[in-house]
């Protein structure tokens, strides 16, 4: 079996300036998005969904505090470099426009 994870999920670990706990908390929204299949969960549902993320962000830290630091500290803009990169190279491979 096949999981597919996330795009929006973006690596947590390792930071300079280390991650904040909003981004933990948008991973973990997008998370619970992605399982539950609801962007949106209706009014009955809230409270779980809220509790779910609630609970997923609070795993997340404490992951993240425990983890050892290894390799080169990562940082925002060269995560948005790389990513930059896989996505001129997926382009690359596109089939161009006939017109």
């Known amino acids: 079996m096949t999981l597919a994870m996330c795009r929006n999920i973006r690596v947590l670990h390792h ?17 619970v998005r992605k399982v539950s299949g609801l962007h949106h969960p209706k009014e009955a549902d809230q409270k779980t969904f809220d509790r779910a993320v609630k609970e997923i962000a609070a795993a997340t ?17 060269g995560e948005r470099e ?8 997926r382009l690359e491979r596109l089939p161009v426009a006939r017109g």
């Open 15 to 31: 930071f300079e300036p280390p991650t904040t706990p909003e981004e933990i908390a948008a991973a973990a929204l997008q998370y």
């Open 61 to 77: 830290g404490k992951l993240l505090g425990k983890l050892p630091a290894s390799g080169e500290v990562r940082t925002r803009e």
């Open 82 to 89: 790389k990513a930059k990169k896989r996505w001129e190279k």
